[in-house]
């Protein structure tokens, strides 16, 4: 076995100090680290439940000993891998979405193929270019599909797992062969992988919820099928784990330290938490984004994480150039990773006295320690603002306004619309009624802009096909979004972000301005079974989540090109990027 050093954590705690202090002292005189170990829901004390009995307070702990529970299942993935490789598969595609596939989409783009590891995708987008994408390739036979659902019932995975198996029907006498499931005992999915004679079926622990499961089957067989050893990322998140044990204090423990830091500074009115991480460790702050953003944006809280890129400054300010009173900053720092403008970023952050938190990584597999700390971190900072970490009300709402868009679909043989306030070149926008109409592109940016207040977010919704074109352009305009609007600009692609932040965006204190984008439906593929195809199936969540957010009392605006390809909506794009660009730098944006 291996040694591996615990990860370091460095606090600057800034104008919570004292808060923190309290908090720590608090949780010592009520032995929350022992009563959380002991799975006591008293600890997260919630409005709708002061007695704490709700049962998913005390049936979604199960994550705690992953890191020793999961240790007998290593070998056992390792095997399977070595299998699959045995059997001339040449790539994994793993069909998902949210806490069941991101960390996938970690593993893959921090480490790639390790040795005789295999390329691994990730599918969570239905629009109809990204499924076909996946489905061009000559050697669709040769492709694993991991179908992930915790509830064996997500509607996109199960709508991707039929696509492709019917294609593969057409290909070879035993598709089910292609296919392993991943979801809990029980579930309508392992049903289904019985019938269809799955390759496998990977039981997850109903203990654990989707978004805490990155240590589960759901992470660590991903992790085997790249070339990793999932025994060696189990062994360093257990060093993390006995760090955090029942027995630690809460000022010795590095999770509850980190989740009381968290707490305290939301209650204070930080509730922007800037994420600043070495270059090779980016693809693991989008994991961090869904579990901060889904378990802690309830109830009137929120935590926003903000992605920052390499060209931004750090600290952000305000409108009169002070940094702003909102955020605060995390930095994931990695040994001999080139850590110039991280270095940077932190000293002044540090210098102005503002908030932050700095993690020392030594190697890239030490991710696995940060998975267990900002689980706990995450599950304590909830116990600190009185909410349940391990629910997601608001994002049902989403899912009832597709539904009600499909079952328009159903009767009527077409989608409905929202009354569009104008229409643009060869699109449409729609808004609510805060928007008068117009009928010029380049409006659009400044009447979006003078909905923004100070406290406020903007998030851009993107239900297109997403290609590394498209993310140079949207990385482009969410700068020039941001430096003309000074509050974080965040970027989503849907429905993916419908299982992270979209819980925020509707539980939160009605902090956020969004920009809707979809379109580029001419071309379907239809779903098997059903009358309709993945063009009708984005476009009525694109307008469930629009309708959600309009009940939920959001301001917002919708862009909608549904007949122009990927290219021409890029050069929309662009022409709306010029026109925020030539607002940099004007101060009033009143009209």
């Known amino acids: 076995m291996f040694a591996t ?5 460095e606090i600057e705690s800034g104008p919570v100090r004292l808060a923190l202090d309290e908090r720590l002292d608090q949780w010592q005189a009520q032995n929350v ?23 998913e307070l005390s049936n979604r702990l199960g994550w705690l000993d992953l890191p020793v529970s999961m240790a007998g299942l290593a070998t056992e993935l390792e095997n399977f891998a070595a299998g699959i490789r045995a059997a001339g598969f040449s790539r994994v595609v793993v069909l998902g979405m949210g806490g069941s596939s991101l960390i996938a989409e970690v593993w893959s783009e921090v480490f790639g193929v390790v040795d005789a590891g295999l390329p691994l995708l990730v599918l969570d987008s239905t629009h109809p270019l990204a499924v076909a994408e996946i489905g061009a390739v000559e050697t669709l036979t040769e492709a694993l599909f991991l179908v992930a659902s915790k509830s064996g019932g997500t509607l996109e995975t199960l709508s991707f797992f039929n696509y492709f198996y019917q294609r593969l029907s057409r290909l070879r006498e035993n598709p089910g062969q292609n296919f392993v499931a991943l979801t809990d005992p029980g579930s309508g999915l392992e049903k289904l992988a019985r019938e269809k004679g799955f390759r496998r079926i990977f039981a997850t622990p109903a203990t654990v919820g989707g978004r805490y499961s ?21 062994a360093r998140a257990q060093v993390m784990m006995a760090a955090g044990a029942a027995k630690i204090a809460p000022r010795d423990n590095p999770a509850l330290r980190l989740g009381a830091f968290l707490g305290e500074l939301v209650r204070a009115g930080r509730d922007k938490m800037g994420l600043v991480l070495s270059p090779r460790l980016r693809p693991f702050a989008v994991w961090l984004e869904q579990l901060i953003a889904e378990s802690l944006g309830k109830q009137g809280w929120g935590l926003l994480p903000v992605i920052i890129s390499e060209t931004e400054a750090v600290p952000r300010c305000n409108r009169e150039g002070r940094p702003a009173e909102d955020a605060f900053y995390v930095f994931l720092r990695l040994g001999g990773d080139d850590n110039r403008v991280l270095d940077q970023g932190h000293a002044q952050v540090v210098e102005a006295g503002l908030p932050a938190a700095l993690i020392r990584l030594d190697e890239p597999a030490d991710l696995a320690q940060e998975l267990w700390r900002f689980e706990l971190a995450t599950a304590a900072a ?4 009185g909410l349940n970490p391990f629910d997601q009300p608001d994002v049902e709402a989403a899912k009832q306004g597709a539904c009600a868009v499909m079952e328009s679909w159903e009767q009527a043989g077409c989608l409905p619309s929202p009354e569009p306030l104008a229409r643009l070149a060869e699109g ?16 659009v940016p400044v009447r979006l802009l003078a909905l923004v207040k100070p406290g406020d977010y903007l998030a851009l919704l993107v239900y297109l096909p997403r290609t590394s ?52 439906r001419t071309e379907d593929l239809p779903l098997p079974g059903q009358n309709y195809g993945f063009a009708t199936m984005i476009a009525a969540q694109a307008q469930g989540d629009y309708q959600a957010l309009l009940k939920a009392g959001r301001r917002l605006l919708a862009l ?18 010029e026109a925020v660009a030539r607002l940099v730098g004007v101060e009033n944006f009143e009209v």
């Open 5 to 9: 050093a615990l990860n370091r954590l």
């Open 33 to 55: 680290g022992r009563r959380l170990w002991a799975a006591d829901p008293t600890v997260w004390i919630v409005d709708s439940d002061p007695a704490g009995n709700i049962p």
């Open 214 to 234: 990155a240590l589960t089957a759901f992470g660590l067989l991903p992790a085997a099928l790249l070339g990793l050893a999932p025994s060696q990322l189990l």
């Open 382 to 385: 909830g116990a600190v603002l």
């Open 428 to 443: 449409r926008l729609y808004g609510s009624r805060h928007f008068e109409k117009v009928t010029d592109l380049e409006q």
């Open 469 to 520: 074109e498209l993310d140079r352009v949207l990385a482009r305009l969410r700068e020039h979004l941001q430096a003309a609007c000074r509050v974080p600009v965040t970027l989503g692609y849907g429905p993916r972000y419908l299982h992270s932040t979209g819980q925020l965006h509707k539980g939160d204190g009605n902090h956020g301005v969004f920009l809707q984008l979809s379109g580029a």
């Open 560 to 577: 909608d090109w549904e007949t122009l390809s990927p290219a021409d909506i890029i050069r929309h794009l662009e022409r709306l990027d």
